[in-house]
Each structure stands twice: as C-alpha cells, then as structure tokens.
C-alpha cells in the first residue's frame, strides 16, 4: 500500500509534495466547500452553537463522512494505489481502529440522565501499561562488525546471527528513504554508514563510505549535546560506588536533629513546629561546613579556598528568570529535538523531562538520557521527581557534579496516581516536613538555583499553594512555578489565574511563573496582567510551537499548511541526529512525532476562526482546510497522522504498531 510513497525522494524538499496537490486542491476544496453547505447545513446549524467547540467560518464546516472521504480519496489518487493492494494490506493489518467519537458536553442534572452505550468503556481512558517496543523490533537482522572493521574478528564465529557478507546486508535491507542524507550534508559523515536509511548519498558502488573533509573538520572537536551517561560513572553508579560526601553532611544533621523535633502530621499544611513559648522553641543543629569534615584521603599539593570554603547563597550562580518565556517540561513529547524546534520560535527557558531520581541513581541509561542539553539551548534546566529527602540530595549532587545545567527544578505537580500514591508529585504538597528537608537539602549541595513547580492543591476547592509559597521563600527556593489547577482537575475547566495572581504577590520578591490554558499572545498578556514574573507553556507549544514568536511579535500568525510541514521536517532532521538515522532511530523518529501529532492536530488555522484567537479548551469540529494538505494536519484519526510521518520518514514497517498515551487513538 505504502510502497510508491517516496519514489520522489520527499525528504530533498516538502515543497513539492505540496505544489503536486495546489492546483488540484483549490477545484476540489470549493466541490466539497459546496456539497457541505448543501448536504450538511442543517446539521452544521446545530454544532456551531455547541459549547466548547471552536467557532470555524460556516464555508469550511463540514461532515465526518466527507471528511475521511476527501481524504482517503485524495491519498489513494495521489499516491497511485490500486484497491487490490489496499485491500491486501488491511487484511495483515486486521480490522481498522475506528475514530473515537466527538466529545459531549456534560449534561445538567435537569437535562436527564444520559444514555450509556454498552462499549463506551473502549476506547476511553489512558494507555497506562503501554508495552515496550524494543530497539530491534523493526530491524530484523544487522551487520556484523566483523564485516565493516578489518581488525575485528567475530568471536561468535557459525554462530553469529548478523550479516557477515555486506552484499547480502544490502539487498535484505529496507529501501532508502531518500537521496540526500541530513547527517552527511550536516557535519560531513554519516557514523550510521551502510545501516543508514539514506545510505545511498553517501556510500560508493563497492560499498564505501563517503566523508566530507571540510564539514569534518569544522565540525572536530564540538560537542553538541552534553550530560551523557558515561560508561565509567554507570558502572560506579551500579556498584554504588560514587560517594556523596555533601549529601551525607546534610543527612547527618537531619539523623541529629530527628530526636530533637516534635514529630509534625503530614496533614498538617505549612505548621510549623513550634512550642507555645517562644523561649522553648527548639534549635535546628546548624549545616556543617567544609572545615568540620575530614578529608577521606590524605591530600597532597597546595590547599585552595574551594577547599575549605563552602559557597554562600549570595555566592551560587544566579539566573534571571524574569520576562522570560518558559517551555514546560514536557513528559514523552518534550523531548530535545521538540525543545531545538522551540527555541528556534523564540523559547527563552527550556528544561528537559521529569526524571526519577532514583532511576537517576541506579543508573538507568534512559533516566539519564532525559538530562541531555543541546548547545542551542543556552539557558537549560532539568527536573527531577522523588519523595525522600536522602534520595533527592544524592540525586542533586550528582547533577551537580556530572552535568552542566543552569538550573534543578523539583517536580511537586505531577497528578498521576503512580508518582502520587509514592508521596511524589502532588503528594509533597501535603508533606510539608518532607518538602523542607528535600528543598534545603538540595539547596545545600547544588551551586545553581533551585527551582520548584506546584498545583493549587489536591483537592479541587482546597487551595493550599498560597501557603506553601510564605513558608517556600524561608527554604532558599529561586523561582516557583504555578499550575493554576488541582491534582483532582488534572487538565479539566480552566486554570485559575485570580488565584495565580494571589499567589504571585505572596512570592514577592521570589519570582513566580504562572501556568495554564495559554494558547496566544493575548492569553500570554493577559496573564502578565495578574503580575506574574514569567510564563510557562505547556500545552500550547505542542498545539502550536510557533506561539513563542507569536508572543514576543504580539501577533496571530495564519501560518500555512507547507510551513507547518517545514516544522515536522525540522523536527525528523533532528531526530535523525538525536536518535539516529538507521532504523531504530526512523522508528524512535516516527512514534515520537506521532505523539506529538495528536496535539498538533487541534491547531485551527487562523483563516478559518470565525472569532481569533483558538481557546485551548475549544475543540475543533470537522472542516476542510484550504487545501489538501491543511485538511490532513486537521484529522484527529491517527491513519492519517501516519501518512504525515510517511511523507518524512518513509512507509512504515510491516510489523508497526502505535499505542499512544489515550486508547482513543491507537494504530496496528
């Protein structure tokens, strides 16, 4: 079915595959522009005083049933396949998912109780114990090293299941996926070689590989991207090896002090634990300092002030945070080639995704891969998760002796119930001891800012942040970032932003970020109106990265359906670069890009919104785009999100599946 998909060679340039359909497009989308209004206006009429649904200029509305139609039809004619093969493909591939139905608006208690279909459990819900693809799911068998290194001697010997023989590689290999190779037009070698899926660009007729000397040499000695897991701390952090001589201070003087202190409810919100008489309130130990600890080894050679001096707060390294736009760390899709996409828009702060500091501690290469930095990003932060003082000051430590941030964010916001349940996340908000002795503790061991983001609260009518952020500001926290919703609401109704602004007064003179529901330049105004220092992004950067330069150029920008084209094309270049151009990396590409997609496609071009600007809580009923393309990157079924990642990256594998996070939206 997908085996004509790219004799063009897409990945050269997307503008073709968009001027194939222009002409055409503009006869077909007035046809269907006029079958709509006349099949479907009556129906219409009733949707578009729907609540919640987006406002879309009565021209461009149209049906489910002429939706797919127009799409389905304008794929199979463009790409030339026959019903046979199409016919084929559906049988290995089974019964087609269908689409989840629109959501409903919920009804009023007068309205009646609603009709419950026997499977509306299906398709509802998230996807919580997704399984693993592994690496080498789509690549059947590789080359052996033994046959492109010459001083290797394959130590399996009959035994081996790779290629030995190059020849033979090539022939079972998966066609290329295009001419040109993004990594050897980049730094001027490809180091995937003959796995590469754009092989061909740079391998000679006797399976050579070629190399740009001068692009080799301008490239030497650059990193691109840094905090790598090292081989050797790994192995250390698997043997539990690494000391944390810091960590162990700050521990000491809680062991000390753990006799000393009334025991506090975790219940008990922001109390502290004080006596009734003044004179009787206890004393902390104080944190010990540098020259109250003996060296493990003997030390030889002069004796400096970083020896003996502990840096004061006054002394850490500062940020200013203030003004700036903040994309939000965002858990699978904010991932480092979506962050190099943003800051390219106009990102100021970026910060990579929640890791596990135990994971952190264990070693765990994937943990670790969550803290890499691109060297674009020149103001970076990672965040960390963890509900035990003695694991998160371990963990800073190590972030702090390992890798090259500007700043260590807590996460005290996560709702789902795996991180909650543990004490995590939201959990810390109702353990307030804990919070201190995790925040003080990280304070004590980090030389950059700490960071921290929180909710309102758990319970959706009990806000409890405005009393975490006066006793926050006495702990040494730099910045605090606040999502303006409870764990109960998670992403439903809208952020409370008179409430953020509340917040934001107490913080003084802390800077406080708000968060929640932006998906505008006017939304992102109007929250510097409640007198916020910054702005977080979440969401809106995956519905509309471009929203950044949207903000900073106080404009709505009617961007086309060739340049949000040109985004994902970005976006599969870096990929390529992050996780390789070989097969594993295409496959890592294409599910990365399909999770982003199933945000992106909630986009509502400017041109088509009967009132701008797009609310993010508007969802968007069916219409045509202005041309085929603009239609396509409008369907929330996840067939033609498929076909997008085709256009980048080739047909997908026999074998591919995508599972994504919601079970409305799956793909086998």
Same mark, same amino acid.
């Given at each position: 079915?997908?085996?004509?998909?790219?004799?063009?060679?897409?990945?050269?340039?997307?503008?073709?595959?968009?001027?194939?359909?222009?002409?055409?497009?503009?006869?077909?989308?007035?046809?269907?522009?006029?079958e709509a209004?006349?099949?479907?206006?009556?129906?219409?009429a009733?949707?578009a005083?729907v609540?919640?649904?987006?406002?879309?200029?009565?021209?461009f509305?149209?049906t489910?049933?002429?939706?797919?139609?127009?799409l389905d039809?304008?794929?199979?004619?463009?790409?030339?396949e026959?019903?046979?093969?199409?016919?084929?493909?559906?049988?290995?591939?089974?019964?087609?998912?269908?689409?989840?139905?629109s959501k409903?608006?919920?009804?009023?208690?007068e309205?009646g109780?609603?009709?419950?279909?026997?499977?509306?459990k299906r398709?509802r819900?998230q %996807?919580k114990?997704?399984?693993?693809?592994?690496?080498?799911?789509?690549?059947?068998?590789?080359?052996?090293?033994?046959?492109?290194?010459?001083?290797?001697?394959?130590?399996?010997?009959?035994k081996c299941?790779f290629?030995?023989?190059?020849g033979?590689?090539?022939?079972?290999?998966?066609?290329d996926?295009?001419?040109?190779?993004?990594?050897?037009?980049?730094?001027?070698?490809?180091?995937?070689?003959?796995?590469?899926?754009?092989?061909?660009?740079?391998?000679?007729?006797?399976?050579k590989?070629?190399?740009k000397?001068?692009?080799?040499?301008?490239?030497?000695?650059?990193?691109?991207?840094?905090?790598?897991?090292g081989?050797?701390?790994?192995?250390?952090?698997?043997?539990?090896?690494?000391?944390?001589?810091k960590?162990?201070?700050?521990?000491?003087?809680?062991?000390?002090?753990?006799?000393?202190?009334?025991?506090?409810? %975790?219940?008990?919100?922001?109390?502290?634990?004080?006596s009734?008489d003044?004179?009787? =309130?206890?004393?902390?130990?104080p944190?010990?300092?540098?020259?109250d600890v003996?060296?493990?080894?003997?030390?030889?050679?002069?004796l400096?002030?970083?020896?003996?001096?502990?840096? !004061?707060?006054?002394?850490k390294k500062?940020?200013?945070?203030?003004?700036?736009?903040?994309?939000?760390?965002?858990t699978?899709c904010?991932?480092?080639?979506?962050?190099?996409v943003?800051?390219r828009?106009?990102?100021?702060?970026?910060c990579? =995704?929640?890791a596990?500091?135990?994971?952190?501690?264990?070693?765990?290469?994937?943990?670790?891969a969550?803290?890499?930095?691109?060297e674009?990003?020149?103001?970076?932060?990672?965040?960390v998760?963890?509900?035990?003082p003695?694991?998160m000051? !371990?963990?800073?430590?190590?972030? %702090?002796?390992?890798?090259?941030?500007?700043?260590?964010?807590?996460?005290?916001?996560?709702?789902?119930?795996?991180?909650?349940?543990k004490?995590?996340?939201?959990?810390?908000?109702?353990?307030?001891?804990?919070f201190?002795?995790?925040?003080?503790?990280?304070?004590?061991?980090l030389?950059?800012?700490l960071?921290?983001k929180?909710?309102?609260?758990?319970q959706?009518?009990?806000?409890?942040?405005?009393?975490?952020?006066?006793?926050?500001?006495? #702990?040494?926290?730099?910045?605090?970032t606040?999502?303006g919703r409870?764990?109960?609401?998670?992403?439903?109704k809208?952020a409370?932003?008179?409430?953020i602004s509340?917040?934001?007064k107490?913080a003084?003179?802390?800077?406080?970020?708000? %968060?929640?529901?932006?998906l505008?330049y006017?939304d992102?105004?109007?929250?510097?109106?409640?007198?916020?220092?910054?702005?977080?992004?979440? !969401?809106?950067?995956l519905?509309?990265?471009?929203?950044?330069?949207?903000?900073?150029?106080?404009?709505?920008?009617?961007?086309?359906?060739?340049?949000?084209?040109d985004i994902?094309?970005?976006?599969t270049?870096?990929?390529?670069?992050? #996780?390789?151009?070989?097969?594993?990396?295409?496959e890592?590409?294409?599910?990365f890009?399909?999770?982003?997609?199933s945000?992106?496609?909630?986009?509502?071009?400017?041109?088509?919104?009967?009132r701008?600007p797009?609310k993010?809580?508007?969802?968007?009923?069916?219409?045509?785009?202005?041309?085929?393309?603009?239609?396509?990157?409008?369907?929330?079924?996840?067939?033609d999100?498929?076909?997008?990642?085709?256009?980048l990256?080739?047909?997908?594998?026999?074998?591919?599946?995508?599972?994504p996070?919601?079970?409305?939206?799956s793909?086998k």
């Amino acid at each position: 079915m997908h085996s004509l998909i790219f004799c063009c060679g897409i990945m050269c340039s997307c503008g073709s595959f968009v001027e194939m359909f222009q002409s055409e497009d503009k006869r077909l989308v007035s046809d269907r522009m006029m079958e709509a209004s006349a099949e479907g206006t009556a129906e219409r009429a009733t949707h578009a005083a729907v609540k919640g649904e987006a406002a879309i200029k009565q021209e461009f509305l149209t049906t489910k049933d002429q939706f797919h139609g127009y799409l389905d039809t304008e794929w199979q004619g463009s790409k030339g396949e026959k019903n046979s093969e199409k016919c084929t493909l559906e049988e290995k591939k089974g019964p087609p998912v269908e689409e989840p139905e629109s959501k409903k608006p919920k009804l009023d208690p007068e309205d009646g109780t609603k009709s419950e279909k026997p499977d509306k459990k299906r398709y509802r819900g998230q %996807n919580k114990s997704r399984p693993h693809t592994k690496p080498n799911t789509y690549e059947e068998k590789r080359l052996c090293l033994s046959a492109i290194q010459k001083d290797y001697d394959c130590r399996f010997g009959d035994k081996c299941t790779f290629y030995h023989d190059v020849g033979e590689y090539m022939a079972s290999k998966p066609a290329d996926i295009g001419e040109r190779c993004y990594l050897y037009d980049t730094f001027g070698k490809c180091e995937y070689g003959l796995a590469c899926r754009f092989a061909k660009a740079h391998t000679t007729a006797d399976f050579k590989t070629l190399e740009k000397a001068d692009l080799v040499k301008a490239c030497e000695g650059r990193t691109m991207v840094k905090n790598s897991l090292g081989k050797d701390l790994q192995y250390r952090l698997r043997k539990r090896s690494v000391t944390f001589t810091k960590s162990e201070e700050y521990l000491k003087t809680l062991s000390n002090n753990k006799d000393k202190q009334e025991p506090q409810r %975790n219940g008990d919100v922001c109390t502290a634990a004080v006596s009734a008489d003044p004179k009787e =309130e206890k004393q902390e130990e104080p944190l010990p300092t540098s020259q109250d600890v003996q060296p493990p080894v003997k030390t030889v050679g002069p004796l400096t002030d970083a020896d003996v001096i502990k840096l !004061r707060p006054c002394e850490k390294k500062t940020v200013d945070f203030r003004d700036k736009l903040y994309l939000a760390p965002l858990t699978t899709c904010g991932n480092l080639p979506f962050r190099r996409v943003c800051k390219r828009f106009g990102a100021d702060i970026t910060c990579g =995704e929640m890791a596990m500091c135990t994971n952190l501690l264990q070693g765990h290469q994937s943990e670790w891969a969550l803290l890499k930095r691109h060297e674009s990003e020149d103001l970076f932060g990672v965040q960390v998760e963890g509900c035990f003082p003695d694991t998160m000051t !371990r963990c800073a430590e190590l972030i %702090n002796s390992h890798t090259d941030v500007d700043f260590v964010d807590i996460n005290s916001g996560c709702p789902i119930d795996l991180v909650y349940k543990k004490g995590g996340g939201c959990g810390l908000m109702t353990r307030t001891r804990k919070f201190e002795q995790i925040i003080k503790g990280m304070n004590y061991v980090l030389d950059v800012p700490l960071t921290v983001k929180i909710r309102t609260g758990v319970q959706e009518k009990s806000n409890i942040a405005h009393k975490l952020i006066g006793e926050m500001k006495n #702990w040494g926290v730099s910045m605090i970032t606040l999502h303006g919703r409870s764990r109960e609401q998670r992403y439903t109704k809208l952020a409370d932003w008179d409430y953020i602004s509340t917040c934001s007064k107490a913080a003084s003179p802390v800077p406080l970020f708000g %968060n929640g529901d932006i998906l505008s330049y006017e939304d992102a105004m109007k929250a510097r109106e409640t007198g916020v220092s910054g702005v977080m992004i979440a !969401r809106g950067a995956l519905i509309k990265p471009w929203i950044f330069t949207e903000i900073k150029e106080s404009r709505h920008w009617d961007i086309s359906s060739s340049e949000r084209l040109d985004i994902l094309k970005d976006f599969t270049n870096f990929g390529l670069e992050h #996780w390789g151009s070989d097969t594993r990396g295409v496959e890592k590409t294409r599910s990365f890009m399909l999770e982003w997609l199933s945000f992106m496609c909630r986009y509502i071009p400017v041109g088509l919104l009967e009132r701008v600007p797009q609310k993010i809580n508007e969802r968007p009923p069916y219409y045509m785009g202005r041309n085929y393309l603009e239609s396509l990157m409008a369907s929330q079924y996840v067939e033609d999100w498929i076909r997008i990642s085709e256009m980048l990256l080739g047909p997908v594998p026999k074998n591919f599946n995508f599972l994504p996070k919601h079970k409305a939206n799956s793909y086998k």
